[in-house]
């Protein structure tokens, strides 16, 4: 009688791989889908919203984090949305990811729209977050409100990033510039940034919108968002590091970084796994298809059968990006998570 080997995923050195050997030390974990601004690069035109008793409960989503903490290596942990901290828990989740530093964590980060930081930079610190990175599109409030579909305002989103930063809560601003929307606000933003000393990185545009807006005449390259740059600073690129954005000293003394997914991909590198609200797994940013971790989790999974569907998603994971436009999939970026 004939039998099948049981596949056994590799890992390395305890830390979980995929085929290509790309070592996963960096989880990004979606908390909701809502949000309360409707960015063009990552919100539907009308979202609907996923109902409640399918976001993952307090307890699911710590049973996932303390295995692919404990069991499988990973060492960051990045909350994200929809918004995060529209999630009513979001302090109580921040408080129990400190427990998961004796099994190796070393770092608990949020991304946020920063529409609300502001009341909230000091009590996240003391809930034991290590940092914050907040999305900020236009300095201007025009430009602000076409980026973010006429909600929330700049001022509010500046008060929250310098809310974190007087705090104490390091802060970073992420970017993401699309052709016809806000490439005016470069100079702006590096201006602003620069005067602040608040790190800075821009994005290009990826296509993974919510209304198959994306177009590659719609990205600027990284070559583009030097360009006005130039005229005003001195600019000279840093040596490279391991981080997905390259760096470049402005001025001689702030430090400006442009992560370049369509121009220069760097997903040969790539150490990130996805989690969605929901509990689905996303091995790439660029998945058309994720692994449900819910469905077992609900059903009486023990952690061995968590574990394996964790790692043998994990092991297919795509090469990286390759899409020649819009990744069609049923889920967007307010659900994935940033």
């Not at 929307?181 to 296509?207: G, K």
């Not at 760096?247 to 970084?257: A, I, P, Q």
Request: aromatic content about 6%.
């Amino acid at each position: 009688m004939n039998s099948v080997a049981p596949v056994v995923w590799s890992s390395v050195d305890g830390v979980v791989v995929d085929r290509l050997g790309r070592r996963k030390r960096k989880l990004r974990v979606s908390l909701t889908d809502r949000c309360n601004l409707r960015c063009p690069y990552c919100m539907p035109d009308q979202p609907q919203w996923l109902p409640k008793d399918q976001i993952l409960r307090q307890e699911e989503l710590m049973r996932l984090l303390k295995l692919f903490v404990g069991r499988l290596g990973i060492q960051e942990l990045r909350l994200t949305g929809g918004e995060p901290l529209l999630r009513k828990d979001l302090n109580q989740i921040v408080e129990q990811c400190q427990s998961l530093r004796a099994q190796g964590l070393e770092r608990v980060s949020l991304t946020s729209n920063g529409i609300l930081l502001a009341a909230r930079a000091k009590t996240l610190l003391s809930a034991g977050l290590d940092d914050v990175n907040v999305s900020l599109d236009a300095i201007d409030e025009t430009v602000f409100a076409r980026m973010s579909g006429g909600h929330g305002s700049a001022a509010e989103v500046t008060a929250g990033i310098l809310a974190a930063r007087d705090a104490g809560l390091p802060v970073k601003i992420n970017t993401v510039i699309m052709r016809g929307y806000n490439e005016s606000e470069i100079l702006p933003l590096v201006r602003w940034a620069r005067s602040q000393q608040v790190p800075l990185r821009f994005i290009e545009f990826m296509p993974l919108d919510g209304s198959g807006a994306w177009s590659a005449e719609r990205v600027v390259p990284e070559s583009e968002m030097l360009a006005p740059l130039r005229d005003e600073f001195a600019l000279e690129a840093m040596p490279a590091t391991d981080d997905p954005a390259r760096y470049y000293r402005v001025g001689g003394d702030y430090k400006l970084g442009v992560i370049s997914t369509i121009s220069k991909p760097f997903c040969q590198r790539c150490d990130r796994l996805r989690l969605t609200a929901t509990g689905e797994l996303y091995s790439c940013l660029f998945s058309a298809t994720g692994r449900d971790l819910r469905a077992p989790l609900r059903n009486g999974a023990d952690d061995e059968a968590l574990l394996n569907a964790i790692r043998g998603h994990v092991w297919f994971k795509e090469e990286g990006y390759a899409a020649t436009g819009y990744v069609e999939r049923p889920i967007s970026m307010h659900a994935l998570g940033g």
